[in-house]
């Protein structure tokens, strides 16, 4: 409900824009992922996240602003539905070896990939633009925090650290990001 709440223009577009964009919702779910007991329960627990979350949030676009945004919700529908298979395996980032590491990275990844893609940002009321370099400062602390919390071992976030440049790097070049969510201004 909150994501919901914060979502009405006007209250404040900081919070509008984190949590319209995949990085904070991919960021969330990997903290969930490593600190459960298991992978399958750390899948049970991001499907019910994500379910219950979507359900809330778009209930209470229909229902109460008579509004559907059909391709929106398929988007996140689809995000939910592959949410468990993704927590499954960012469960195993805690372990050691290159695989791990490279796991581990993923989220990470990620969010360099979207943080670089905000210099491109729309953001829909266009006196928000100052808002660009504070999304990428939020960015750059989430990176900092999983950097922090997903390895057990600190010497791992130095290895991490550069597998996820390098995939980042390939994302970028390759304009991975826009070729998957392209025409999702409200998402990248």
């Known amino acids: 409900m909150a994501a919901k709440l914060v979502d009405a223009p006007g ?3 900081l ?3 984190i949590g319209g964009r995949l990085g904070v919702w991919i960021f969330v779910a990997a903290i969930i992922a490593v600190n459960s007991y298991s992978p399958q329960l750390a899948a049970v627990k991001i499907f019910v996240f994500f379910g219950s979350m979507l ?3 778009y209930v209470y676009t229909v229902l109460f602003l008579h509004f559907y945004p059909e391709r929106a919700m398929v988007f996140w529908g689809i995000c939910a ?4 298979i993704c927590a499954y395996i960012m469960w195993y980032a805690r372990g050691s070896g ?3 590491n490279v796991v581990a990275a993923l989220p990470v990844t990620l969010l360099l990939s979207e943080g670089f893609q905000l210099r491109h940002a729309y953001l829909p009321i266009h ?3 100052y808002l660009i370099p504070v999304l990428m400062i ?3 602390i989430m990176i900092v925090v999983l950097l922090l919390i997903i390895p057990i071992n600190k010497k791992r976030i130095l290895p991490i650290l550069w597998v996820a440049i390098i995939l980042s790097f390939i994302m970028i070049y390759f304009n991975v990001l826009g ?3 392209g025409g999702m201004n409200g998402v990248l």
């Open 11 to 13: 209250i404040n577009p």
């Open 15 to 17: 919070f509008d824009d």
């Open 55 to 57: 359900t809330v949030y």
């Open 81 to 84: 539905v592959v949410s468990p």
């Open 98 to 100: 290159l695989l791990s």
């Open 127 to 129: 006196t928000h633009y």
């Open 138 to 140: 939020v960015y750059l």
């Open 179 to 181: 070729r998957i969510f």
